[in-house]
């Protein structure tokens, strides 16, 4: 298959108030100019048998022909470090560090040094073409490796040096495994005396986990990026011989070893940033590029802790990818300033060239402290960030997972041929380790309108931002007026942003949640909120939100029903040195916040609820009006044909389901795709099918809150997908109506 | 080994091939799509509810799939239809060998 033509973006911010300003960063291939309007978006489904698409065209002053482009993306972390006067008198020197490199077989990667890849200039402590640690260097004509010849292990740990004297040409380098491989040879060295001294190219810095390649649009990009975990690198202004090397990489180099000591690198200071510390007294200090994973465990690393709070000395690793990614760095392409009056709501910057065409959604939100409706929905934009590009085709499971044929769809394609945009939360980097950071600066293809995603139900095949237009769309059509906010939002602000509003919606899949937006959440329910759950597998994971990065998100699958597993000892997110995983492994399970918490999900057709006993009760009375008793609510939709499907959630006291929650209605009949969530049994039992557990099924749940507040949990998240069957007169929109025209009544509630 | 009733199997595949299977179905089922990535089959999506066009996994990222434009979709149980009585007959000829 050719590359293929596209046009895409990504905008800064996502989420932006009336009076601000947000950038868009338009990237295309095969066209040379394209067209930009702003659209309010309202219906993203092109199902035919649904409303159809909706937009409507804002008059903007970005609504405007532009020349189109092609904006290049450098993944990969390393770190710079800047300091350059210490380091230009550098000539004999030694190189070393504990490393644990998992492609020792990828080819050339630089651990650290000094190597401009253009100008063949430098020097740099290196794994070579045959996975061996070698020595670099270049004098801008000749470029010499000397190399052990013994060839690293995939993720074993082993120190590495490497040394050169100026005046005799001496150069050497050392191996050793720190493994106990009593049969397999782990210790080689190699001294060679060479004609080549190294040249500096002034704008190349020294680099840790990559080289320098060039400049770009006055972007540096580097090179040989180096797959896996260094530990305590460090840097001597002479040679030395091996016991100094042991006692360098190990003890803090005393003021009286201040003329050998360049730099004492200590990753497990300030592991929450970017700020790479030198603890010499040189303080030749660096900082990180494009995010690499912080607070990994080390060469020492004993198992006696699992936090790197605890022993922050066993926590010396920074685990380094070729494709990390947190900016794209392109250059703006248009942007919107929003006067001081402007509605909120979702919005998108429509791109087309001839037949080609993007959007790159976003949301205008209130002005702090200024809401405009006593409504607001809750935009799941760290879901949209933890599922961005989420592109699973290739594992062999997939199709038996979703139970149908996989249909791979244009966005697919288009993230698959630019693996330098990054991938999702779900996926694996390069070298196979988990993917723990996602960026919203980078196209995401599938945070789209129109999108439909191998992973949704027969039917409308939507899950996330297209899914959740389902809602927009009902908002709209029905005539409510509603504020649009973010969860980064609600990380930034807390309950203050959510407090005015005498009730909150959901989307429907809000499943990565930062520990602020839990608090703010829970807070705004307390003290006399009302929230609409919309979804289902909401409330699931933990996350933080980059304060120093704007726009990263931090997660490790530690715990839950995961595509991946963290390793050993990783447990702990690097930003806050919160426990990471899922919010029932700290005491937070979803029934705790809003009744429910997923117990399953599907991948071929949805199903429908039945009313239950407690349906019946007066408090909930509202809730029903116009529903028969035996009336099955939502055996229609446009996902799956049902109102239960794909994701959806149960009641358990035992996990925080409130003892005066009604579990009012439930939902039944689903089929054999829909498997037990894995926390769910203890040990390996047969019956994880739906048609065989009991457990298997959502539960719609009403509960009041303290202060008059309330919740009221679909807890589906085919739920928005049946509201506008029937031209919107159907069960699930009057059941919604229903709850949303009495949670807007400030009346108190009968308890 | 279980002995599939692959004739009444099939009958029920193909009067329903997405939703509720029977337990011996389900079995067979699983055997048939979890083939290697490299050379499965999937559907790419040509135009939005409309028109699938069988492809196979190649199995690299760049270029995931190999389209097969001789068999072009409008309705997707067609082509799940397809899938299945090509992969049950590879299988039935693996079954055989055996």
Not at chain 1, 646 to 661: N, S
Request: net charge negative; proline share 5%; charged share 20%.
């Amino acid at each position: 298959m050719t590359r293929a033509r596209y046009i895409t973006g990504y905008s800064d911010p996502m989420s932006v108030a009336p009076g601000g300003s947000i950038h868009f960063y338009v990237s295309a291939e095969g066209v040379t100019q394209y067209r930009a309007d702003i659209v309010r978006l309202i219906h993203g489904d092109l199902n035919p048998a649904g409303p159809g698409f909706k937009e409507k065209v804002v008059q903007t002053s970005v609504s405007n022909n532009y020349p189109a482009r092609r904006q290049n993306t450098y993944p990969g972390s390393c770190i710079v470090i800047h300091e350059k006067a210490a380091l230009a008198a550098l000539s004999s020197f030694t190189l070393q560090a504990f490393i644990w490199p998992t492609t020792p077989q990828k080819g050339r990667q630089v651990i650290l040094g000094r190597w401009a890849a253009k100008q063949r200039s430098g020097f740099a402590l290196i794994i070579d073409e045959t996975g061996a640690a070698a020595l670099l260097l270049g004098d801008g004509r000749r470029v010499e490796t000397i190399s052990s010849g013994l060839a690293l292990r995939e993720r074993e740990w082993a120190f590495v040096a490497a040394t050169y004297n100026t005046d005799s040409g001496n150069a050497q380098v050392f191996q050793e495994t720190l493994e106990d491989h009593v049969v397999l040879k782990g210790r080689a060295t190699a001294e060679r005396l060479t004609r080549v001294k190294p040249r500096m190219v002034n704008r190349a810095p020294f680099t840790i986990s990559a080289g320098f390649s060039h400049t770009d649009d006055q972007r540096s990009v580097f090179c040989y990026h180096y797959n896996g975990k260094i530990d305590r690198p460090r840097l001597a202004g002479d040679v030395l011989d091996s016991s100094t090397q042991i006692s360098f990489q190990k003890h803090r180099p005393q003021p009286e070893q201040e003329n050998i000591a360049l730099a004492w690198w200590d990753f497990s200071e300030n592991m929450a940033t970017t700020t790479i510390t030198d603890r010499s007294i040189n303080q030749i200090n660096g900082e990180t590029v494009h995010l690499p994973t912080r607070a990994m465990t080390g060469h020492n690393w004993t198992g006696h802790t699992l936090r790197a709070e605890d022993a922050p000395e066993e926590y010396g690793a920074i685990h380094f990818h070729d494709d990390d990614l947190y900016d794209s760095g392109w250059n703006i392409s248009f942007t919107l300033d929003l006067p001081d009056r402007f509605r909120s709501g979702v919005y998108a910057a429509r791109l087309k060239a001839g037949e080609i065409e993007d959007y790159i959604p976003f949301f205008v939100r209130p002005k702090p402290g200024r809401p405009t409706a006593r409504l607001a929905y809750l935009a799941e934009t760290a879901t949209y960030m933890a599922y961005a590009n989420f592109n699973v085709l290739h594992a062999p499971e997939t199709e038996p997972w979703v139970s149908r044929l996989l249909i791979v769809y244009p966005d697919n394609l288009l993230a698959y041929q630019h693996d330098e945009w990054g991938k999702s939360l779900y996926e694996s980097h390069s070298d196979g380790s988990g993917i723990s950071v996602s960026s919203r600066l980078r196209p995401i293809t599938n945070m789209r309108p129109k999108n439909n995603s191998p992973f949704g139900l027969h039917g409308s095949s939507l899950r996330e931002f297209c899914a959740d237009t389902h809602l927009i769309d009902w908002l709209d059509y029905k005539g409510y007026a509603c504020d649009v906010i973010t969860d980064e939002d609600l990380d930034n602000e807390g309950v203050e942003l959510l407090r005015p509003y005498a009730a909150v919606m959901t989307g429907t899949h809000p499943e990565y949640t930062s520990t602020h937006m839990w608090d703010a959440l829970k807070a705004y329910t307390d003290q006399g909120g009302r929230l609409m759950y919309m979804g289902g597998n909401g409330f699931y994971w933990r996350i933080a939100y980059n304060q120093e990065c704007p726009g990263a998100i931090e997660m490790r699958r530690a715990g839950g029903s995961r595509t991946w597993i963290t390793e050993p000892g990783e447990g702990f997110q690097s930003i806050d040195g919160e426990p990471a995983g899922v919010w029932r492994d700290v005491g937070r399970a979803p029934q705790r916040l809003v009744g429910t918490g997923i117990v399953t999900m599907g991948f071929d057709i949805a199903s429908y609820f039945k009313r239950l006993d407690e349906s019946h009760d007066r408090r909930v009375a509202f809730a029903f009006e116009g529903i028969g008793a035996d009336e099955r609510i939502g055996e229609f939709g446009l996902i799956g044909g049902g109102a239960a499907g794909l994701e959806f959630d149960r009641a358990e006291p035992h996990y925080g389901t409130p003892p005066h929650a009604l579990v009012v209605a439930r939902s039944e009949n689903h089929t054999e795709s829909y498997l037990l969530l894995l926390e769910e049994m203890g040990a390996m039992i047969p019956n994880i099918h739906a048609p065989e557990n009991p457990l298997i099924h959502a539960d719609m749940v009403f509960y009041e809150t303290p202060k008059g507040g309330a919740v009221f949990s679909f807890s589906s998240q085919c739920w928005c997908g049946s509201l506008s069957h029937n031209g919107y007169n159907n069960n699930v929109s009057r059941m919604t109506s229903n709850v949303l025209t009495r949670f807007l009544d400030p009346a108190a509630f009968d308890v | 080994m279980i002995k599939y009733n692959l004739a009444e199997l099939t009958a029920e595949f193909e009067a329903n091939p997405i939703g509720h299977h029977s337990p011996a179905l389900r079995h067979l089922l699983q055997k048939l799509r979890s083939s290697p990535t490299k050379g499965k089959f999937v559907l790419v999506c040509t135009k939005p509810y409309r028109e699938w066009v069988l492809a196979t996994l190649t199995g690299s990222r760049k270029n995931p799939v190999k389209l097969n434009k001789r068999y072009v979709f409008n309705d997707l149980l067609e082509a799940e239809r397809f899938v299945f009585r090509r992969r049950l007959k590879a299988f039935t000829r693996l079954e055989e060998d055996q």
